[in-house]
């Protein structure tokens, strides 16, 4: 009998023992006293499964190797943060988890995605969960995470293609053999009301179960603005015998949200060819520029995953797991563009500034609104299998990796623009005008159709990886890692615009509307730790990945980049770890990220001759990292960070070579502590960011900002405990990221969430 049915059957069993035999699950039930929540256990590994809960400080990971390894002897930056972390900042979202580790910042994204920028580069699908690609544009939540972990430089030869700054991974809380409940109930500005539960069962000595969930509404420090999210995330654990372990989720996810887009900038004054630098509309954070009632995104996600693990040995071991996922997201943008910088004159037979009435309207005084929508359903299905192997060569021990990645992603998506009817033209126009003293508008008339520019596609990418490691340790202070992955990804997109559409586009594209790739990518990885002491190493790391030209949504293939190589990225890395406390690491890495196969013009300044491929991106920088705790009541995460990204060819005849990428402070420093004193706790942050620019051509800055937060925690009892976390406290006016020129997105005043947790 094949060992697939063998296991299915054994599954089956465990399930229906655990169903039928109540009696035997509550008394296992009885003899478990322990208080504390089980946290995640990815595989039968020596993983200290509490010191996610107790300290800020991840000693091991699964994930950066694909084996257990502790992170000191990982040779590339890599930054935890932990569950105790994020409960004691009250942080929900990636976003706000992220600011205090280094080399990582955030873009708008249109305010209707998680956008990170890794070293210097912008990534909306380098996401993933337990190791499984999960890459829609979306916002994720935490309410059901073990850690966070963020892998700074490319990762292809452990993850696949993308990655190409770096990737964040969630941990998600897993059903084991440890009972416990807890909830949390925190309330604070803008009407934020979020309710966050967690049960962990024990049924059985062979059966767990485990169910989080959460529910949040709020509104925004921004007028008219809305944030609703709600989900659920049941697990199941079986023993299928002492060396097999099962594991089944589901999860639902729902996000709905305004997804306004921040406001423009100043008006560059003699006209938008102007080259001076220019900063914020100086304006209300409140003010919103468009209409935020006509400005919905959401998100439905439901995701199936299962993993089995088998233990043949002490030194080897099988895991596999299956992860579907099928997405649902919409998102519409009524937005501002730019405001004028000449004047602009309404009269009874022109219109300059259609959207106003007749007059004329001086430099500076009214500003352009837009709108699109668009609409994307993706189905995700990944297999993943690895086989872990310990072996001895001699005195050289060796431990191995071999594994295959099959996956199929399956992309519908259409966009629609809006057009706004006016008194000279019931049908539309793409672009209307308001003033800048009353942006905030409401348009239900909006007519939404498709022109030539909108997007109609629908995609198949399929990936088959295999790729192999070793580890090798040569002595106790000399370590060789040595990977490679093979990918064959093919992707086809069907352009579903009509030939009228496609034929009207700039280009014109008449034949083919049906696109292939197939790139054959070969991603190596190779690292040099020496171990001075068993806490502590120096290493020195290289690392490649590629981007397909269909893009990390994959849906950028068209007539001008089908037949185009993959651009590619390479890592050269030399950094320092050190557990200088036994709870406490420190970390620093010295890194160039190379980008290469970029379309550049032959000449900017000459559009004739066409464009080539070369390298034309470089990322060069310094990242200082700590996280632990210095005292079992000092806990303490800090980072600093210098990067300094940039062109070094130029792209487009406004985007020329030194100019900086856009969002990437040159420098920025953070810190988080928290100290207790009995059962009183105090936690104070300290965020810093440098001044960067808004988009590519550098032509609006945003200025550097310090941000102050604070935090105040009481044990009531051993099962109850209260805090009160607040941000900004200083009431800092200071912009967080933008998508644009003209979409900058303002950071919040000082606000509050006040929570209580319970477990019992």
Aim: no cysteine; glycine share 8%; hydrophobic share 35%.
């Amino acid at each position: 009998m094949p060992l697939s049915v063998r296991v299915m059957q054994a599954s089956l069993l465990a399930i229906s023992a655990a169903i039928v035999t109540p009696s035997a699950a509550a008394q296992t039930v009885d003899q478990q006293n322990e208080r504390v929540l089980g946290s995640v256990t990815v595989s039968d590994t020596a993983i200290d499964e509490s010191e996610a809960q107790t300290s800020y400080k991840a000693s091991r990971s699964t994930t950066a190797t694909k084996t257990d390894t502790p992170l000191v002897d990982v040779p590339q930056s890599v930054s935890v943060v932990t569950v105790r972390n994020i409960e004691d900042r009250a942080a929900n979202g990636i976003g706000e988890a992220i600011l205090y580790i280094p080399g990582v910042t955030t873009a708008q994204g249109e305010n209707n995605r998680e956008t990170l920028v890794f070293r210097g580069n912008s990534t909306t699908g380098d996401f993933f969960v337990d190791g499984v690609r999960d890459d829609v544009q979306t916002y994720r939540d935490l309410y059901n995470i073990d850690r966070l972990e963020v892998f700074k430089g490319p990762n292809a030869m452990i993850f696949g293609r993308g990655g190409i700054g770096g990737i964040i991974n969630r941990v998600t809380k897993q059903a084991d053999w440890t009972s416990g409940r807890e909830a949390r109930v925190e309330g604070g500005s803008f009407s934020y009301v979020r309710l966050q539960g967690d049960v962990n069962q024990v049924l059985s000595d062979a059966a767990a179960v485990r169910v989080t969930g959460v529910f949040q509404n709020a509104g925004s420090f921004r007028d008219d603005g809305r944030f609703d999210r709600w989900g659920v995330n049941p697990t199941l654990a079986l023993k299928l015998g002492t060396d097999t372990t099962f594991r089944l989720g589901y999860e639902h996810f729902q996000d709905d949200r305004t997804a306004e887009r921040g406001i423009p900038a100043q008006a560059r004054m003699g006209g938008i060819t102007a080259t001076q630098v220019i900063g914020p509309f100086e304006t209300s954070r409140r003010t919103v520029f468009g209409d935020p009632e006509n400005s919905p995104t959401n998100t439905n996600t439901d995701a199936v995953t299962g993993a089995i693990e088998h233990r043949f040995s002490d030194a080897v071991s099988i895991r596999s797991q299956l992860r579907y996922a099928d997405y649902d997201k919409f998102y519409r943008n009524v937005f501002p563009g730019t405001i004028n910088a000449t004047a602009l004159t309404n009269s009874a037979t022109a219109t300059q500034a259609p959207g106003l009435p007749v007059g004329t309207y001086a430099p500076g005084t009214v500003v352009q609104i837009s709108a699109y929508d668009n609409a994307q359903r993706r189905k995700n299905l990944f297999s993943q299998t690895d086989l872990n192997a310990e072996v001895d060569t001699g005195s050289i021990h060796h431990t191995l990796l071999a594994g295959v990645e099959l996956g199929r992603q399956t992309t519908d998506n259409i966009r629609f623009e809006g057009f706004f009817p006016t008194a000279q033209s019931a049908t539309g126009v793409q672009t209307i005008f308001v003033p800048v003293t009353a942006p905030n508008i409401r348009r239900p008339d909006v007519i939404w159709r498709q022109i030539a520019s909108s997007g109609n596609n629908y995609s198949v990418a399929k990936v088959v990886g295999v790729y192999a490691q070793d580890q090798i340790e040569l002595t106790p202070w000399l370590q060789v890692i040595a990977g490679i992955r093979y990918d064959h990804f093919n992707v086809k997109l069907d352009d579903r615009r009509s030939a009228a559409f496609r034929t009207s586009g700039t280009p014109p594209v008449t034949t083919p509307a049906f696109f292939e790739t197939t790139d054959t990518l070969w991603s190596p990885r190779l690292g040099l730790i020496l171990k001075p002491a068993e806490t502590a190493s120096i290493y020195g790391a290289y690392s490649r990945t590629y981007q397909p030209r269909a893009g990390d949504q994959l849906a950028g293939l068209n007539v001008n980049t089908a037949s185009l190589a993959p651009e590619k990225f390479d890592n050269y890395e030399i950094g320092v770890k050190w557990d200088v406390l036994s709870d406490l690491n420190v970390s620093a890495a010295l890194y160039q990220l190379d980008r290469d196969n970029v379309i550049v013009p032959i000449d900017p300044n000459n559009a004739a001759l066409g464009n080539t491929l070369g390298g034309a991106q470089r990322s060069r920088g310094f990242e200082l990292g700590a996280a632990g705790n210095i005292t079992p009541d000092w806990s303490v995460m800090g980072a600093y960070t210098y990067i300094d990204a940039e062109f070094t060819r130029a792209i487009s005849a406004s985007v020329t070579a030194g100019k900086r990428l856009p969002n990437v402070p040159k420098h920025s420093a953070s810190l988080w502590t928290r100290y207790d004193i009995g059962d009183l706790g105090l936690g104070v942050g300290v965020i810093h960011q440098g001044a960067r620019f808004a988009a590519t051509d550098n032509l609006v800055r945003l200025d550097p900002f310090t941000r102050f937060d604070a935090a105040l925690f009481y044990r009531i009892s051993d099962s109850l405990r209260a805090q009160v976390n607040f941000e900004n406290v200083l009431n800092e006016r200071y912009f967080l990221n933008a998508n644009s020129n003209t979409n900058l997105s303002p950071g919040s005043p000082t606000a509050f969430k006040a929570g209580l947790t319970a477990q019992f």
